[in-house]
C-alpha cells in the first residue's frame, strides 16, 4: 500500500466544470485504472502539516449543484465561532460516527469547540477523490497571496481508479496560512502539480455552492 501526495495547480480562468477538471486529477469516470504516482511512505507519516488539523470528512458535496458546473474544488473559511458552527451543522451529519483520518476515512476526528479563534479559522473543503484511493486535503498555505493546497491519498492497492467521487472535509487551520477576509473571494489558488483551472476561496458560505 501506497500514500503518495497529488497535485493539482488551479490557474484559474474560466473552464470547464468539475467533471472534465477531475480528468486531469483522477481521470474521466469509465476508462479504467492508472498506477498511482511513485512515493516515499515516509511524505505521509502525519495525515496532515502542522497548523492544519482534520476535524471530519463526509461523502457528497454540500449541496446537489450540478457538479458539471462547479470548479474541481472549493474553500469556504469560517473565521468566527458562530460561523463555523453553522458551518459544522450544515456540513457535518450528527449520526456520522468516528473516521480514521490517517486513511482518509469518512468520518468525525475531532470538534469545533477545539479550535481557537485567536489564531485559527474553520476551513470546509470541497473537492473530489478516486473511488479507491481516499484523498483529503494534507496542507494549505497563502504565499504572495496565492493560496497553495496540497492534498495526499491513500492506495492500499497501489492503483486507483479514475472516477470522481466528491467529498468534503471540516479542518481547523492556523488564520496566517489563509488570505485576509477582505482579500475573499479569490481564484488565485494551487493544488498540486498538475494545471486545472478551477477552484476557488471564498467567506463561508459559498453562494453558488448553495444557490
Given at each position: 500500500?501506497?500514500?503518495?501526495?497529488?497535485?493539482?495547480?488551479?490557474?484559474?480562468?474560466a473552464?470547464?466544470?468539475?467533471?472534465?477538471?477531475?480528468?486531469?486529477?483522477?481521470?474521466?469516470?469509465?476508462?479504467?485504472?492508472?498506477?498511482?504516482?511513485?512515493?516515499?511512505?515516509?511524505d505521509?507519516e502525519?495525515?496532515?502539516a502542522?497548523?492544519?488539523?482534520?476535524?471530519?470528512?463526509?461523502?457528497g458535496?454540500?449541496?446537489?449543484?450540478?457538479?458539471?458546473?462547479?470548479?474541481?474544488?472549493?474553500?469556504?473559511?469560517?473565521?468566527d465561532?458562530?460561523t463555523?458552527e453553522?458551518?459544522?451543522?450544515?456540513?457535518?451529519?450528527?449520526d456520522l460516527?468516528?473516521?480514521d483520518?490517517?486513511?482518509?476515512?469518512?468520518?468525525?476526528?475531532?470538534?469545533?469547540?477545539d479550535v481557537?479563534?485567536d489564531?485559527?479559522?474553520?476551513?470546509v473543503?470541497?473537492s473530489?477523490?478516486s473511488?479507491?484511493?481516499?484523498?483529503?486535503?494534507?496542507?494549505?498555505?497563502?504565499?504572495?497571496?496565492?493560496?497553495t493546497i496540497?492534498?495526499?491519498?491513500?492506495?492500499?492497492?497501489?492503483?486507483?481508479?479514475?472516477?470522481y467521487?466528491?467529498?468534503?472535509?471540516?479542518?481547523?487551520?492556523?488564520?496566517?496560512?489563509l488570505p485576509?477576509?477582505?482579500?475573499?473571494?479569490?481564484?488565485?489558488?494551487?493544488i498540486d502539480?498538475?494545471?486545472?483551472?478551477?477552484?476557488?476561496?471564498?467567506t463561508?458560505?459559498?453562494a453558488?455552492?448553495?444557490g
Amino acid at each position: 500500500m501506497q500514500f503518495g501526495k497529488r497535485t493539482i495547480v488551479v490557474m484559474l480562468a474560466a473552464g470547464l466544470g468539475v467533471g472534465a477538471a477531475a480528468g486531469c486529477a483522477e481521470s474521466e469516470p469509465g476508462t479504467g485504472a492508472e498506477p498511482t504516482a511513485d512515493a516515499d511512505p515516509s511524505d505521509s507519516e502525519s495525515p496532515a502539516a502542522d497548523g492544519v488539523q482534520p476535524l471530519a470528512k463526509v461523502e457528497g458535496w454540500r449541496s446537489d449543484a450540478d457538479m458539471q458546473q462547479m470548479p474541481f474544488a472549493v474553500v469556504e473559511v469560517a473565521a468566527d465561532a458562530d460561523t463555523a458552527e453553522q458551518a459544522w451543522q450544515e456540513n457535518v451529519p450528527e449520526d456520522l460516527g468516528e473516521g480514521d483520518s490517517d486513511v482518509g476515512e469518512p468520518g468525525v476526528y475531532g470538534s469545533p469547540d477545539d479550535v481557537d479563534f485567536d489564531d485559527q479559522v474553520v476551513v470546509v473543503w470541497h473537492s473530489g477523490e478516486s473511488g479507491s484511493c481516499p484523498t483529503w486535503l494534507a496542507d494549505i498555505d497563502t504565499v504572495d497571496g496565492s493560496v497553495t493546497i496540497e492534498r495526499d491519498q491513500y492506495s492500499p492497492d497501489d492503483v486507483c481508479t479514475d472516477d470522481y467521487n466528491p467529498y468534503r472535509m471540516v479542518l481547523a487551520v492556523d488564520q496566517d496560512r489563509l488570505p485576509e477576509l477582505d482579500q475573499l473571494p479569490t481564484e488565485d489558488i494551487s493544488i498540486d502539480e498538475a494545471i486545472i483551472d478551477q477552484g476557488r476561496v471564498v467567506t463561508y458560505p459559498d453562494a453558488v455552492l448553495d444557490g
